[in-house]
């Protein structure tokens, strides 16, 4: 698990083009103006691809290794060279990095294609896929640097890419403040990067992997669980989770592709990642491990009841995402039994959750911009490709037997059942419980959607005219469901994938759940079969009201984010503002009045001196003859 790299070889070495060529065209797209309209937006996908190339070719090369020779790194030059500092600009390639180079690029490629229909009317195109080589080439910085700091570097572009795109329809007012929230949040969220690299820097000399655990292994455990912590809080503001996860609902302001891109692929798992990554950190800390897992326990839960509540198609995949991250969390939180089962779920999620999303846009596409699911209905007759292709991912995630979610998610309820004490029950039950609650909010949205009575008019002012979406939308669409169909199974046949990951996650352990595996699988799959029912009972055998009906408290709540929005304002944005206006007024009231009254005394003294400087001889005279006195007082004071 901490074995050191050696220097790259062959293909390896070229990795760093992966990120060039996406960086490359975004700066090219940026700069060429309105000249670059008709053909930007095939550059855009060409530079994607061309990373993807080049991830295949280093990731064959990976593979023709022996798992010791694994893990390599191409140093690029020196960054910062000498000092108590020295950083390299380095990439590292090992399974794990070179796992999300080939998520990132060949979800990210078809998200390009994807979009280059859903954005044809749009008059900013070519910068829109700016941003998306932007955001694609951050991403991979991120996961390719040998070193915190490089992975801060693309940690912050991320960042950027997410703000640019989010705001990216900024004349809504709405839409550019939903941009600048995920920037503050994720803000808080880069505090904790930053302190992190820095106990990593006083105490080891080092923020490089291998330094770092190197130097692990020696450390005092306060140490470690310091950097765990600091660590942490940085993964809930990069991947929305408790209680830095109020952004995410919001940033479904974004284009629909932005949001696939957003979800199944790059910001919201580079959490996740950095939880794995730092394995050797976790292991000698189990306290910050085990604020890991209670974290991704509470933000899975959290999820799941606000998506069960809301009926914005895009923002109950939002929550989704916020639950199915909770999941990957729970697993990394577990140690190596459950980090390899939270990447392997994190890819199989790519696939289907980046599928649903290009459906919701296909939907969208198809209503007039519409979101709010009490609209729909019905509409599987007028889009079979899109209903087909969202219906696989929506089968995926609930976990139906065979399909990819069915392996990857399943697996993070058995390692959760795994333990001793009160933890697998806690973390057990809760998984499996959410895994009920998953079947439910996504058999709602997707009866809502395909099912049932239309609640839409096709003739009046607001009549919609469903259509099947043009090929360059629903072509990604089909490869994305293939995917959520088989790609779980061909990972997991023979532990393919888990041991693929054993020299950065270690060697899975299988140990015995405190329930038998079989129970396990039971129950889950009939809290799955019940939470399609009553679903199915509510959206499908009922009608669906137009407008959303009264509701107890704890539906209302749900509705509102848990009143998120409200606890952050009451928490943090009032006090910090009473803050500031306490420190504005003391500054004006008290510094700035002793300084102004100190000035205007000189003022008036100097306006008073002025007064003798007013050009009558007499009044010169008058003041030489007083001055004379004052000297006559003062010599014969002095001689008495």
């Given at each position: ?41 095939w550059l855009g996908i060409l530079a994607s691809l061309g990373s993807l ?318 979101v709010d699911m009490r609209g729909f209905g019905g509409l599987w007759k ?145 809290l799955v079969a019940i939470g399609v029912a009553v679903a199915y009972v ?103």
């Open positions: 698990m901490t074995t050191n790299a050696i220097a790259a070889t062959g293909n390896v070495e070229l990795i760093w083009l992966a990120v060039a060529i996406p960086l490359v065209s975004a700066g090219i797209l940026l700069l060429a103006g309105k000249g670059a309209n008709r053909w930007g937006h190339v080049i991830g295949v070719m280093a990731a064959l090369d990976l593979l023709g290794q022996d798992s010791s020779n694994r893990i390599q790194e191409h140093i690029l030059y020196e960054w910062i060279p000498g000092g108590d500092l020295d950083v390299a600009l380095g990439f590292r390639v090992d399974p794990l990095s070179i796992t999300f180079v080939l998520l990132v690029t060949f979800v990210g490629t078809l998200i390009h294609i994807y979009s280059v229909a859903y954005m044809e009317k749009d008059r900013d195109r070519r910068r829109f896929f700016a941003y998306l080589n932007l955001f694609v080439a951050s991403m991979l910085l991120l996961v390719l640097g040998n070193s915190y700091l490089v992975l801060f570097v693309g940690w912050e572009g991320v960042g950027l890419a997410s703000y640019l795109l989010i705001g990216f329809w900024n004349q809504v007012p709405e839409y550019a403040t939903a941009g600048k929230k995920a920037f503050v949040m994720n803000r808080v969220g880069d505090m904790g990067m930053l302190l992190a690299m820095m106990t990593m820097f006083a105490s080891f000399g080092t923020v490089s992997f291998d330094g770092v655990a190197g130097a692990a292994g020696g450390a005092s455990e306060g140490v470690l669980t310091a950097i765990g912590i600091f660590l942490l809080v940085a993964a809930c503001g990069k991947s929305a989770q408790f209680p830095l996860q109020a952004w995410l609902g919001d940033a479904m302001a974004g284009p629909t592709p932005v949001s696939a891109l957003i979800h199944a692929a790059t910001m919201v798992t580079a959490g996740v990642y950095l939880m794995v990554r730092s394995g050797f950190i976790f292991e000698g800390a189990p306290t910050a491990q085990l604020l890991v897992a209670i974290i991704g326990t509470i933000t899975l839960i959290f999820g799941a009841i606000v998506g069960s509540a809301k009926d914005d198609m895009k923002k109950v995949l939002a929550a989704s995402t916020m639950s199915q991250i909770g999941y990957m969390m729970l697993a990394a939180g577990l140690g190596p039994i459950g980090a390899a089962f939270a990447i392997f779920h994190l890819v199989t999620h790519g696939f289907f959750k980046a599928g649903m999303f290009l459906g919701a846009g296909s939907v969208m596409h198809a209503m007039n911009d519409e007028h889009m079979k490709v899109t209903w087909v292709t969202f219906g696989l991912g929506y089968l995926a995630i609930i976990g139906f037997p065979f399909l990819s979610g069915f392996y990857s998610k399943d697996y993070i309820i058995e390692a959760a059942f795994v333990g001793e004490g009160w933890q697998p029950w806690v973390f057990g039950t809760a998984t499996l419980l959410v895994a009920g609650l998953t079947a439910f909010y996504m058999s709602r949205l997707f009866f809502m959607v395909f099912h049932g009575k239309p609640r839409w008019s096709s003739e009046g002012p607001n009549a919609k005219h469903p259509h099947e979406s043009p090929a360059l939308m629903t072509i990604p669409m089909i490869i994305l469901a293939i995917g959520s169909v088989g790609l779980g199974w061909f990972l997991d046949a023979g532990d393919r994938f888990v041991t693929f990951l054993e020299p950065v996650t270690g060697a899975v352990e299988h140990l015995e759940p405190v329930i038998p595996v079989p129970v396990i699988i039971g129950l889950t799959l009939t509510m959206y499908v055998r009922n009608d669906v009201p137009a407008k959303a009906p009264a509701a107890n408290v704890l539906v209302n709540a749900a509705r509102n984010d848990l009143h998120q929005d409200a606890i952050n304002e009451n928490l943090f944005m009032r006090p910090g503002q009473w803050l500031t206006r306490g420190v504005d007024g003391t500054d004006r009231g008290l510094i700035d009045g002793l300084v102004m009254a100190v000035a205007r005394s000189f003022g008036s003294v100097g306006r008073s001196i002025g007064k003798i400087q007013n050009g009558y001889a007499r009044s010169y005279a008058g003041v030489m003859t007083l001055g004379i006195v004052v000297v006559v007082i003062l010599a014969l004071a002095a001689r008495i």
